[in-house]
């Protein structure tokens, strides 16, 4: 009997073999690979060029087998959109970007870039504190949570409720795509795949501002083993940045 | 194209950025630069190839040319003096990304706010400022509109050449001088693009650019490059004017901007009373016009400088001049352009009481 094998899963291409940076059990590494994964599933890798932000993402270039650009502080959707006007429809560009960096400095930009509705895919890494500056307090960083600059934890008083930056970017007209979701389990891991690639898709084939915010750990500033960081931001972050599908171009806003 | 137009100096330079090949202007709208976006914008449908966009501030209006740079645009944008801070740090990052820009800085009067009267004050800032992590980039100093589409392409020519940032310094009110420009003595060819642009690797092995370096001898290196960079632009053609209208010994004015402006007009109606005076404009502030500067004082006894700061171009060349030439200073400062009457009875009452 001859026996004819499939291959399903293997190294993805986009990927280099560079060794990574990242602190062990840190999610940008799976957020690394799904971005690859993406890639090789829409057979994009030679039409691609993606930015990235500062800190933790900002070796990203070294990890992916495609053309990069790094950008400044609070600037990678600016860098992003000028790639977007030269190159066009001739080619895809995403940006993969901390949230201390894009909702912090960057947060104007984010906003008039979605508000332009620049043709872009862009994935936020949301770990709740600015990983690479040495666990400082973020936009996204929750009431109470002990970070380098809070140690006593962030004080609602002095720094008011985090919000959820995502669902801000619903109501902008020209955004077409935009979910969240968490990468630590594997049903999680496979919805976001295909959210990543939904927003590549979108932006391929009708030129929209797509936006994935993806909530992971870091488990070096939390100071947690990777699990108990997961069940922490599990339990700490669920109905204050709710997992899903936000808007579709279709359907226009769902949650 | 036509080739002549009547048109402020502003307008000139986004007339020659057009005419040399430049894809794409990112402006912000600020006083004393934003006709410089309005032209443009009035341009964008009937030029093929161009685009304007109007950034929601000067810093991102910087990054998405840098953007557009690293896949291949030719790209200009504008600051007046209070966003030189963002120029500089632009400077900074397209230094080390090795990307060709052109940034034209207005300069109005300051510090603070200010007014948006004409100023020579970030002479130092941008001098000093472009250094930032040993970035550089040349700074030119055209006065007239027709000095302006010249130097415009001269700064084309110069960021694609080198690969590297080139800033157009213009005062608020040579920004609004009006005249015809006659567009057929710059000389445009065609600049070559000189980079792989970044657009989808298309075939050929990934690229990737980044100005993070964490590698201490790569770092190095990269300083190396610059400093060879540094060392091919100063060995490109000097920029500066020289209105020789006396002796090699007659006093000697220098200025640049509105400054040379106005000694040219002194200079002229001084030359009907029989005191004839001689006119160094450097056309660049970086690299300084040195040789030709020296040169020009070897004979010269008695210097004038003028300026509108609080002496920040004295600053600037003091180190080129011999202690055997007597210095005298003219500075109008808060706005105001020094006007031809002051300038000739300075120039009269210094030259009468020096001889
Ligand atoms: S510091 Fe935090 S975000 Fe950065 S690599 Fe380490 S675990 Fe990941």
Request: glycine fraction near 10%; include cysteine.
């Amino acid at each position: 009997m001859d026996l004819k094998f499939e291959q399903i899963a293997g190294f993805p291409k986009s990927l280099s073999e560079t060794p990574q940076h990242f602190c062990p059990g840190c999610t940008h590494g799976v957020n690394t690979r799904l971005l690859a994964e993406a890639i090789d599933a829409m057979q994009v890798s030679e039409t691609i060029v993606g930015v990235c932000g500062v800190g933790c993402s900002a070796l990203l270039p070294d990890y992916l087998d495609i053309d990069m650009v790094a950008a400044p502080p609070g600037q990678a959707l600016s860098v992003a959109s000028g790639l977007a006007h030269e190159i066009g429809d001739s080619g895809l560009v995403f940006a993969y970007v901390g949230e201390g960096d894009l909702y912090g400095r960057g947060m104007s930009t984010l906003m008039h870039t979605a508000i332009r509705g620049e043709a872009l895919s862009v994935f936020c890494a949301n770990n709740l504190n600015t990983g690479m500056s040495g666990g400082h307090m973020s936009p996204t960083s929750l009431v109470g949570q002990k970070t380098a600059s809070t140690p006593e934890g962030k004080s609602a008083v002095k720094y008011g409720i985090p919000i959820d930056f995502t669902r801000l970017l619903t109501d902008i007209p020209k955004t077409s795509f935009i979910a969240r979701f968490k990468g630590f389990t594997a049903g999680d891991i496979k919805k976001g795949r295909e959210y990543i690639k939904r927003s590549l898709l979108v932006q391929k084939y009708q030129r929209g501002f797509t936006f994935v915010e993806i909530l992971g750990i870091c488990p070096t500033n939390l100071e947690m083993p990777p699990t108990k960081a997961v069940q922490w931001v599990k339990a700490s972050t669920s109905g204050i940045y709710p997992s899903g599908i936000l808007k579709t171009p279709e359907m226009g806003r769902i949650q | 194209m036509e080739k002549k137009r009547l048109l402020k100096g502003t307008e000139s330079i986004g007339e020659s950025a057009i005419r040399s090949g430049c894809t794409a202007f990112y402006g912000y709208p600020v006083p004393t630069q934003s006709d410089l976006l309005e032209f443009l914008a009035g341009r964008e449908t009937e030029t093929p190839g161009f685009s304007v966009y109007q950034s929601e501030d000067p810093q991102s209006a910087f990054f998405m040319a840098y953007g557009a740079a690293a896949a291949g645009g030719r790209v200009m944008t504008a600051v007046n003096s209070i966003d030189v801070p963002d120029c500089i740090r632009a400077v900074s990052y397209f230094s080390a990304a090795d990307l060709p820009l052109v940034c034209v800085v207005i300069s109005q009067n300051g510090p603070g706010t200010g007014n948006i009267y004409p100023a020579q004050s970030d002479t130092l800032s941008l001098l000093g400022g472009t250094r930032l992590g040993d970035g550089f980039a040349p700074i030119l100093t055209p006065a007239t509109p027709s000095d302006m589409a010249a130097a415009t392409y001269r700064a084309f020519q110069l960021a694609e050449g080198h690969q590297m940032p080139v800033i157009i310094l213009v005062d608020a009110a040579c920004a609004q001088l009006v005249e015809t420009v006659d567009f057929s003595t710059v000389g445009y060819r065609e600049i070559p693009a000189r980079r792989t642009p970044i657009r989808g690797k298309r075939g050929n092995p990934k690229t990737s650019l980044t100005t993070l370096e964490l590698d201490i001898e790569k770092m190095a290196d990269r300083k190396a490059r610059l400093e060879a960079k540094k060392a091919a632009l100063l060995e490109e053609t000097p920029l500066f004017k020289m209105d020789d209208a006396g002796d090699d010994d007659a006093p000697l004015l220098v200025a640049f901007g509105i400054a040379a402006v106005q000694a040219r007009r002194a200079m002229d109606a001084l030359k009907g009373e029989g005191i004839a005076c001689r006119l160094f404009e450097p056309l660049a502030l970086f690299p300084f016009p040195e040789a030709a500067f020296r040169e020009a004082l070897e004979k010269a006894g008695r210097l004038f400088i003028l300026d509108m700061s609080d002496g920040q171009f004295d600053a600037v060349i003091e180190k080129y001049i011999p202690e055997s030439v007597s210095v005298f200073n003219f500075y109008t400062t808060g706005g105001a352009v020094p006007r031809v009457e002051q300038i000739q009875s300075w120039l009269q009452q210094e030259i009468a009481s020096s001889h």
